[in-house]
């Protein structure tokens, strides 16, 4: 949780933690015995509440660190997907707030890939439904003639084809054509 937080945040952590649990907004999470500094919100409404008032690039930035904060277990497929999930949130996040910042891409590109790995490794398993929805996502974060994208764009269509969804596949073709 330090990790996560900037300097002025993070050398009142402590305190800023027993606040919140006083005030019954958060509680210890018990659920990873390995960690015993994780916290869970009592409810989803006060997260969600909580997630709203953070401004979008502030917000932006914690998926970033997030993401990269999950990095240090590199091939952990649970792990693979949650980060590829935040890049996508930070991807989303940063387009909204200025779609011309050049270092979009390279968070796109990273989300997309991470994502598209997953997908393999769903496709693998036999999960064609959610290597589908991995592929998708991925293909959205890549520029429109982006060779990754193709590429993706050809995982998807195999997925789509094992599975029947015939016309999903030729809609597939027919936009990347």
């Given at each position: 949780l330090f990790e996560l937080c900037n300097e002025r945040v993070g050398s009142?952590?402590?305190?800023?933690?027993?606040t919140l649990m006083r005030k019954e907004l958060i509680r210890p999470d018990r659920s990873d015995p390995a960690d015993d500094e994780s916290f869970r919100f009592?409810?989803?409404?006060?997260?969600?509440?909580?997630?709203?008032e953070v401004a979008k690039a502030s917000r932006a930035e914690l998926h970033e660190r997030f993401a990269a904060f999950l990095g240090g277990e590199e091939g952990t497929p649970a792990r693979e997907e949650t980060r590829g999930y935040h890049l996508e949130r930070a991807f989303e996040y940063r387009m909204e707030l200025d779609p011309n910042d050049p270092a979009n891409e390279a968070v796109g590109r990273r989300a997309a890939e991470l994502l598209a790995s997953a997908g393999h490794r769903a496709s693998a398993q036999g999960d064609l439904t959610a290597a589908i929805h991995l592929f998708e996502r991925a293909g959205q974060l890549l520029p429109t003639h982006d060779q990754t994208r193709?590429?993706?764009?050809?995982d998807l269509c195999g997925c789509l084809m094992e599975v029947w969804d015939l016309a999903a596949a030729e809609a597939v073709v027919s936009a990347v054509s």
């Amino acid at each position: 949780l330090f990790e996560l937080c900037n300097e002025r945040v993070g050398s009142r952590l402590g305190l800023h933690l027993e606040t919140l649990m006083r005030k019954e907004l958060i509680r210890p999470d018990r659920s990873d015995p390995a960690d015993d500094e994780s916290f869970r919100f009592r409810h989803m409404l006060i997260r969600d509440a909580a997630y709203t008032e953070v401004a979008k690039a502030s917000r932006a930035e914690l998926h970033e660190r997030f993401a990269a904060f999950l990095g240090g277990e590199e091939g952990t497929p649970a792990r693979e997907e949650t980060r590829g999930y935040h890049l996508e949130r930070a991807f989303e996040y940063r387009m909204e707030l200025d779609p011309n910042d050049p270092a979009n891409e390279a968070v796109g590109r990273r989300a997309a890939e991470l994502l598209a790995s997953a997908g393999h490794r769903a496709s693998a398993q036999g999960d064609l439904t959610a290597a589908i929805h991995l592929f998708e996502r991925a293909g959205q974060l890549l520029p429109t003639h982006d060779q990754t994208r193709l590429e993706t764009a050809l995982d998807l269509c195999g997925c789509l084809m094992e599975v029947w969804d015939l016309a999903a596949a030729e809609a597939v073709v027919s936009a990347v054509s």
